[in-house]
């Protein structure tokens, strides 16, 4: 299959170099480039790519808000954020707006080649622990610095489903949680796809924020 990607960026040269290395790829095709955030989520509406790969600080729309359009206008795309920084207050923003991940745009066109492929097959590109650590490093920039109460949501749970919310929430990998709950692996992967549904979420990062959010996990 291929993997169908749009590009949002406002610097064209860089456009053009993340271009030049994706259309290198069997798998791969850039379908469409553009240069702030509006364009982007009129693109992805039309064009309806995989994985987006969006910069961050564009003129106008920028790349936080164009990702909540995008979440809303194409479910089934993929955001992949591309910021400066790698504690840039925007990470978080992006994650919370729904993005499936993020890069920084000094990344070694392998990583990022891998990071969309992970993307497009519905993973996260970046791990649960370094996700909740990024939460932790940022609760000063989440609105009035004060985190919302338990979500409603959490009585469509299980008591298993709960317990292994938790423990996605404190960065443990499939392996890591099925040897704690003593689980097979393959049992909590199928909890996993259930929190995810009943939960309305797209992917493990947005289990991670859910369960900071929900204060299920407390920063260290």
Do not use: C, W
């Not at 990607?5 to 993340?18: G, H, Q, T, Y």
């Not at 798998?27 to 992805?44: N, S």
């Not at 097959?121 to 920039?141: K, M, Y």
């Amino acid at each position: 299959m291929t993997i169908r990607i749009l590009i949002a960026d406002d610097e064209a040269l860089l456009r053009m170099a993340f271009g030049t290395v994706l259309e290198a790829q069997p798998d791969m095709a850039p379908v469409g480039e553009a240069a702030d955030g509006a364009e982007a989520v009129r693109l992805a509406r039309e064009l309806r790519p995989d994985v987006v790969l969006m910069d961050v600080r564009m003129p106008g729309t920028d790349g936080i808000e164009a990702t909540r359009g995008i979440v809303r206008a194409s479910p089934r795309s993929r955001v992949l954020i591309l910021t400066t920084f790698d504690l840039d207050e925007y990470a978080f923003a992006g994650l919370n707006a729904g993005a499936s991940g993020f890069l920084l745009k000094n990344t070694r066109p392998e990583e990022l080649l891998a990071a969309i492929r992970s993307v497009a097959a519905g993973d996260a590109v970046v791990s649960p622990r370094i996700t909740r650590l990024l939460l932790e490093n940022f609760r000063p920039h989440i609105p009035g610095g004060v985190l919302p109460g338990p979500d409603e949501r959490l009585r469509r749970l299980t008591p298993r489903e709960r317990e292994v919310l938790v423990e996605v929430g404190r960065g443990l990998s499939n392996t890591e949680i099925a040897a704690a709950l003593y689980l097979a692996e393959a049992t909590v992967k199928s909890h996993l796809g259930r929190i995810l549904q009943k939960l309305e979420l797209r992917d493990r990062i947005q289990v991670v924020i859910f369960a900071y959010e929900s204060r299920l996990i407390h920063p260290a």
